[in-house]
């Protein structure tokens, strides 16, 4: 017997929203890979020398810089931000019969997140 | 699902207006095109997608073919499209879409069998692979003299949720990579996986692992998470596959850094 | 060609899975078709609610669960068949849990049991509010373990095959092609389920239309009690949608429009305070038997005491007062039913309800055995009738029965089926050609027709609610034979628009349509002959129980010209006939 199978157009992302905030998330990770990839390159360059390091630093206030960033920092923040909501779903725990509470995990992973960025920015700037 | 209805049983029924049905019709034999083909029914805003789906078979068209059969929502039967989201059509009530106008089609991803109805040998059979039942190692299975197996309220909170799937194949309609890939084993067949390996009365878990860890299991998932959106039944199967990647995440650590030791 | 088989099992609700896997635990050499008009977890066994009695607990007792059965179906249960039942009954939900049932449970993690209406002792097993539903899904999908039963899945049988003074298999329309084939086997075991489709207020699902029971009956196989259908107390207004028991077993209260506890008007005992630590009282008021509660329900709409609503009149069922926090763990599927359908939520309102079909006791006539007087013929699960329910079945022993009675079913059509190898393919197929060609001439090849099968299905609805509902008279039970008779004759004149062979529901609406046809005829004959009342048949002119005469089971037979009734003796072994009690001390 025949049946009738319809086809998935290449759109098919395009066609919800939640299918293309999907590939959005999908897509943001590349910049979460690429800046990773620019930043060691940008240390192992750093190391070189003196000078290499204040050309470096220059470059990086430049008008194309500061949009790369711009852009990059969106970027990897709404892909950190789908993935922390995320977080409840692969981290399941339970206190007796009773589940914790999405909220209180998704909160307990903002929170890490926020400690981490205060002593990083702490190191970097503070000292 | 949780959103609290108003008050039908004290406003009483509003029967008024029309409501306008499209729906897909596919007869294999006669043609191998689909159509769409509307219909008026009577607007009743105590009747569900299905009451008119119903109403268009009993009254109108005897030719429209679509499963049912409970009409409470633990059948799993009549899950279809409506306006292009899976939706179990016995819950899913007409005043719920105030343009009077709906879109009805099968659930999408699966092939068409005639109207309204999809093939599902594809579920079962992956439902099967996964070995769906309870497995106890050699010479481990408790005489049923002795009793039943003791098991807290705490440890069956810890698979409930995975046991209360239906079967309803909303989650695979709403799978972009099932659609692309059919081989992918699947929502709903995963999450019944994970409802036996966390059973503490199960010791099957290696045996699922083969089908489970494969590249066709789990690892198939990018985590759209739509399954779990549309899931009527709250089972969470995106929830299920990602606590599954843990744990076989997990497992190929343990073989690969700890140093086995010989007994 | 035929396919050929040892055993055929029509129906793969929770009794033709337990049947299947009692033969694929057995006899593995043994090959089993399994043929269901849904896929099986489709069965309605999936939307039993409230639970499964079994004794388990320390202060239960055998002779209690078989008195209060016995008791319930007001004597006219086989006591034979009710003590195999309650001896078997633990085993088989033990072994349910073993198969991975997520029954629910004590905090000692012992399995936990919840009162039930009409039971002395809290023995009903439960897995929250959705016991039959993780039931079948735990059954079915324990079956897909044993690979020598094969599913034929979404297969409608329409014909009991006798060859020879034997059953040698049944004809089947493959629904995916429309294609019918003859399924050959050595032994058939009937689970089709219940028939509460032939009324028009009921809970059970659009595929319980009695296919079963109408195909034995058009074999000659006499169908045993058919006048006793249950009507279950708590159902919502409008769908029929049923609110368990359980509501009433964890101590929801029932409430005319004035607020008061009406049952204690009915001879079920006095209330306790909801606040009492001891109510709910077992056996008593609300936990009084379903039968009487809804008897109670006719008559305090008579004195005008009912609620009047947008689909007719109903009482209130409160179970306010359990909170939200019990409602959400012992009842969370009722929670979810009453929002969804009716738009109350249950912990801060009323649930309105009022008494809905729900249950057939009766059935194929079997024996203890599951056997039918057609050799080579068994039956199990709410289509037969062996008989443990009598008059009126007892919550929660449906589940159970259709475990016991499964099981037993398939083990006694595994011996029949190793004791009988011969099989007349050729005689089989050319019945089954006579079959298809039945088919083809009175509906897919018809011209004409002018009756709608909704039309038919609606004044069968109208007759079975007027004739055989809670009350019934010998007027209204001869009109209905009359009605019967009108809508035979206007079923030959059916109307089919669908001609095509793929998925035809419209064929297959016919043939259930044909089905409810002769169910709802057994029911009426078997009625009209019952001149007592008792249980759930309760005729305003016979109003008293009459056991000189009608301690007996009625059996309904088609013949050539037409149906008689016959009756056969109630096997009483260790409880004389005696009283019904509730609410005080027996
Ligand atoms: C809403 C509700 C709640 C209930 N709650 C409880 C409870 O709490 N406790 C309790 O003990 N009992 C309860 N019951 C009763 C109990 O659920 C049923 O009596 C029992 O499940 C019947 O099981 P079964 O296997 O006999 O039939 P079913 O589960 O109805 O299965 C029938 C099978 O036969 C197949 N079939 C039928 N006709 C054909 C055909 N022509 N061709 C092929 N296949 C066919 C169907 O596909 C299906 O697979 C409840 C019933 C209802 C309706
Ligand atoms: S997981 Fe949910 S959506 Fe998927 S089949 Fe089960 S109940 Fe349906
Ligand atoms: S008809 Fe059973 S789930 Fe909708």
């Not at chain 1, 192992?44 to 194309?64: F, M, N, R, V």
């Not at chain 2, 390996?197 to 099957?204: E, I, K, T, V, Y």
């Not at chain 3, 609300?286 to 009482?315: C, H, M, N, W, Y």
């Amino acid at each position: 017997m025949t049946t009738y199978r319809k086809p998935v157009s290449n759109t098919w992302w395009l066609e919800s929203k939640p299918y293309f905030l999907f590939v959005i998330r999908e897509f943001t990770s590349l910049f979460v890979a690429g800046y990773c990839l620019f930043l060691l390159l940008f240390i192992a360059k750093a190391g070189d020398s003196q000078e290499a390091y204040a050309t470096l630093i220059l470059s990086l206030k430049s008008p194309t810089s500061m949009v790369f960033h711009l852009i990059s920092f969106t970027f990897i923040l709404y892909h950190a931000i789908t993935w922390f909501n995320l977080t409840p779903k692969i981290m399941v725990f339970h206190l007796g019969e009773e589940r914790i509470p999405n909220a209180l995990i998704a909160g307990a992973v903002y929170l890490s997140w926020g400690v981490v960025s205060l002593i990083i920015s702490w190191l970097i700037l503070g000292s | 699902m949780a959103t609290r209805r108003t008050c039908l049983w004290k406003r009483g029924v509003k029967v008024s207006e029309t409501f306008e049905m499209e729906i897909f019709r596919y007869y294999p034999d006669k043609d191998n095109e689909p159509f769409i083909k509307s219909y008026e029914v009577p607007f009743r805003d105590d009747w569900v997608v299905l009451d008119a789906i119903n109403y268009i078979k009993d009254e109108i068209d005897g030719t429209l073919s679509y499963r049912w059969s409970c009409r409470m929502g633990v059948c799993g039967s009549c899950g279809m499209m409506v306006n292009s989201v899976p939706k179990l059509t016995c819950s899913a009530f007409l005043k719920d879409y105030p343009s009077r106008k709906i879109r009805v089609e099968p659930l999408q991803g699966f092939p068409v069998e005639r109207d309204l109805i999809f093939d599902m040998d594809d579920f079962m059979n992956k439902l099967t692979e996964v070995k769906p039942y309870l497995l106890r190692k050699e010479g481990e299975e408790k005489p049923l003299e002795e009793g039943e197996y003791l098991q807290s309220p705490a440890e069956l909170a810890h698979y409930k949720q995975y046991t209360l799937c239906i079967n309803c194949m909303l989650c695979y309609a709403a799978c972009p990579i099932y659609a692309l890939d059919s081989n992918f084993v699947g929502p709903a067949a995963i999450a019944l996986a994970q409802r036996y390996n966390l059973d503490s009365r199960d010791q099957g878990r290696n045996q699922r692992q083969e089908v489970i860890a494969s590249h066709e299991g789990i690892w198939e998932c990018t985590f759209v998470g739509e399954c779990s959106v549309v899931c009527p039944k709250d089972v969470d199967p995106a929830a299920a596959i990602q606590r599954a990647k843990v744990s076989s995440t997990l497992d190929w650590f343990k073989e690969k850094m700890i140093p086995r030791s010989k007994g | 060609m035929a396919l050929q088989y040892d055993i055929v099992i029509v129906g793969g609700g929770g009794a033709g899975l337990r049947a299947a896997i009692a033969i694929g635990e057995t006899n593995p050499k043994l090959k089993i078709a399994l043929v269901s008009k849904v896929f099986p977890m489709r069965s309605h066994t999936v939307a039993a609610e409230g639970g499964a009695a079994a004794v388990i607990k320390d202060n239960d007792s055998f002779n209690d669960h078989c008195l209060d059965t016995i008791g319930g179906g007001e004597w006219m249960c086989d006591q034979d068949a009710v003590e195999l039942f309650v001896n078997e009954a633990p085993k088989e939900l033990i072994q349910m849990e073993h198969w991975g049932c997520p029954w629910s449970r004590e905090l000692d993690g012992t399995v936990a049991v919840r009162p039930f209406g009409g039971m002395k002792i809290e023995r009903t097993w439960f897995a929250a509010d959705k016991t039959g539903f993780h039931l079948l899904h735990t059954l079915f999908q324990t079956s897909l373990k044993y690979n020598n039963v094969i599913r034929h899945d979404e297969w409608f049988a329409t014909k009991i095959l006798v060859e020879n003074g034997r059953c040698q298999g049944v004809t089947a329309i493959e629904m995916r092609s429309g294609i019918m084939k003859v399924i050959a086997a050595k032994s058939v075991i009937m689970c089709t389920g219940g028939a509460g489709r032939v009324f028009p207020f009921t809970t059970n699902g659009a595929i319980k239309t009695g296919d079963g029971m109408a195909m034995a009956y058009r074999a000659g196989i006499p169908l045993k009690d058919m006048e006793f259908i249950q009507y279950h107390p708590t159902g919502l207004p409008g769908t029929g949608i049923l609110i368990t028991e359980a509501a009433r077993g964890e101590g929801g209260i029932l409430v005319n429009k004035e607020g008061y506890r009406y049952l204690q008007d009915y001879d079920l005992g006095m209330p306790l305070d909801i606040e009492d630590p001891k109510h709910p009282v077992n056996k008593s008021m609300e936990l009084g038997p379903r039968d009487r509660l809804s008897q109670a329900f006719i008559k305090e709409r008579e004195k005008e005491k009912t609620i009047t609503g947008p689909f007719g009149d109903v009482v209130h069922l409160d179970i306010r007062h359990l909170g939200k926090k019990k409602i959400d763990k012992k009842l969370p599927f009722v929670r979810e039913l009453t929002k969804n359908y009716i738009g109350i939520d249950p912990v801060y309102e009323p649930i309105p309800v009022r008494p809905v079909v729900h249950y057939m006791m009766g059935g194929i006539d079997t024996t203890i055995d599951c056997r039918t007087i057609l050799p080579g013929l068994f039956a199990a699960g709410e289509c037969a009738c062996v008989s443990i329910n009598g008059a009126n079945r007892l919550g929660s022993n449906s589940l159970t029965e259709i475990l016991v009675y499964g099981a037993r079913a398939g083990n006694a059509a595994a011996v029949f089926a190793n004791e009988h190898s011969e099989i007349n393919l050729e005689a089989l197929e050319k019945q089954g050609a006579d079959e298809y060609k039945r088919i083809t001439r009175d509906f897919l090849q018809k011209d004409g027709g002018s009756e709608r099968i909704a039309t038919l299905r609606k004044e069968i609805h109208q007759v079975m609610e007027q004739s055989v509902g809670i009350f019934r008279s010998e007027s209204g039970l001869k009109e209905a034979c009359n009605k019967i008779e009108e809508l035979k004759d206007r079923f030959s004149s059916i109307l089919i628009e669908d001609k095509s062979l793929n998925f035809n529901t419209e064929l297959t609406s016919a043939l259930e349509l044909e089905n409810m046809i002769d169910v709802a005829e057994s029911i009426i004959f078997s009625a009209l002959s019952r001149r007592e009342s008792r249980g759930s048949h309760q005729r305003t002119d016979f109003l008293n129980r009459d056991d000189e005469n009608f301690l007996r089971h009625s059996l309904a037979y088609r013949t050539e010209t037409e149906s008689r009734i016959e009756y056969q003796d109630v096997a009483i072994t260790k409880w004389p006939p005696g009283e019904r009690v509730y609410g005080k001390e027996e």
